[in-house]
C-alpha cells in the first residue's frame, strides 16, 4: 500500500492544481517584491525557470524605479519585482546572461575592497579552512562569550560547524571578530590563499563598468562585509559605508544611490548605520527582512525575498505569490 500523502502535502498540491497560486497573486498584486540573490554556481536550468515564471507571471522593474515610486514619483505595475545581487562575485557574469536574455533588470551589491582585491570574504575562508582542515575537532573558546568543542569528522559536521561560527562570529564586536577568525584559522592549521580562489573570485571593476554600460545598476555593500551594529568606532563606520561609496562612484563616475548592509537583519543595524546611510546621499537600502513592500515602506528598510537558483520551482512560485512567510 502506498503512504498516504501528509495533509500539508495534499494541501500544497490543490494549492498549485486548482489555481490557488493565482489567487495569492491577486490577492497580493499591490506587494512590491524585491529578490535576493547571492551566488550562481550552479547550471543554470534552476534561473531560466525562475526567469520564465517572473516574466509570465510578474512585472520586472528596477530598484531605482522602486526607488523613485517611494519618493513619489511614478506608480509601479501591480505584481511589481525587482532583482538584487549581493556581494560581487564574478559567478553573476554566467547569470546575468539569462537576466538579459528575458529583459529583467538587476541590481548588484559591491563589497568594494573584495573587488580591489584587498581580501576575500572572511565567510568564504571560513568555509575554505573548514574544507581544507585535517582536524578532526574545533575548540572554540572565547573568555566571557563561549567556550566548546565542535567536531569535524564528517561533511556534514564541518557544515554545521561552518554556520555555528558564523552565528558566533557575527555576535562579536567588529575587531574581535577579526582576531578570533584568526585564531579560528590557525587553529585549523589551514594556510589561506593571499587571492580567493576561483570559487569565490570576486567581478573585475572592467567588468562591472561593462555591466553598467548594459543597464546592471550597483551599489555599495560597504567595503569589507562587517556587521554594522558591532562596529564601535564611528570613524570606521562612517569609512564603511561611505567609503564604498566613494570608492564605487570613483570607478563608475555616477551617484550610488543604493546601499545594502551586511547580514542585513533588523538587529545588525542601529541608529548610527541608518543615520549615516540617510545623510550619505542615498536613496534607498536594503536588509535581509523578509517581506514584501509598500507604498508606505521606509525605503532604507527594504525588505526582502530571499532566494537560489537552485530552490525548488513549487517553492519559488509560493514565494513570490505570498503563500510562504518563513
Not at 567556550?147 to 557575527?170: G, P, V, W
Not at 564586536?173 to 579560528?184: D, G, L, V
Not at 542601529?270 to 549615516?276: E, F, K, R, S, W
Amino acid at each position: 500500500m502506498k503512504p498516504i500523502p501528509a495533509p500539508k502535502t495534499i494541501a500544497k498540491t490543490l494549492l498549485h492544481n486548482l489555481g490557488g497560486i493565482h489567487g495569492f497573486r491577486l490577492l497580493n498584486s499591490k506587494g512590491i517584491r524585491i529578490l535576493m540573490y547571492h551566488r550562481f554556481l550552479e547550471k543554470t536550468e534552476g534561473l531560466n525557470q525562475q526567469c520564465e515564471i517572473i516574466r509570465r507571471q510578474y512585472n520586472p522593474v528596477s530598484l531605482k524605479s522602486i526607488t523613485e515610486y517611494l519618493r513619489g514619483g511614478e506608480p509601479l505595475p501591480e505584481n511589481a519585482v525587482a532583482i538584487t545581487i549581493d556581494d560581487g562575485y564574478r559567478d553573476f557574469l554566467e547569470a546575468q546572461i539569462i537576466f538579459r536574455k528575458f529583459e529583467i533588470p538587476t541590481t548588484v551589491f559591491l563589497v568594494t575592497d573584495f573587488l580591489d582585491r584587498k581580501l576575500w570574504l572572511w565567510f568564504d575562508k571560513l568555509k575554505y579552512a573548514l574544507r581544507q582542515t585535517k582536524r578532526n575537532s574545533l575548540a572554540i573558546d572565547i573568555p566571557a562569550r563561549a567556550s566548546f568543542t565542535l567536531s569535524l569528522k564528517t561533511d556534514n559536521e564541518r557544515r554545521m560547524a561552518r554556520e555555528n561560527i558564523s552565528t558566533l562570529l557575527k555576535g562579536l564586536e567588529n575587531s574581535q571578530r577579526i582576531k578570533t577568525f584568526a585564531q579560528i584559522a590557525n587553529d585549523l592549521e589551514v594556510e589561506l590563499p593571499a587571492s580567493p580562489p576561483e570559487e569565490f573570485a570576486p567581478l573585475t571593476w572592467n567588468e562591472v563598468r561593462t555591466l553598467a554600460k548594459e543597464g546592471v545598476e550597483f551599489g555599495p555593500h560597504t567595503k569589507t562585509h562587517p556587521i554594522l551594529s558591532q562596529i564601535e568606532d564611528p570613524e570606521l563606520l562612517k569609512d564603511e559605508i561611505l567609503g564604498s561609496k566613494n570608492r564605487l562612484q570613483e570607478e563608475l563616475k555616477t551617484p550610488a544611490i543604493h546601499f545594502c548592509y551586511p547580514n542585513g537583519r533588523r538587529s545588525d543595524l542601529n541608529d548610527p548605520t541608518l543615520q549615516l546611510v540617510q545623510d550619505g546621499g542615498f536613496h534607498s537600502a536594503v536588509t535581509t527582512e523578509r517581506g514584501m513592500n509598500a507604498a508606505q515602506t521606509n525605503p532604507f528598510l527594504l525588505l526582502r525575498l530571499g532566494v537560489e537558483p537552485t530552490v525548488p520551482v513549487r517553492y519559488f512560485e509560493e514565494l513570490l505569490a505570498g503563500v510562504r512567510k518563513e
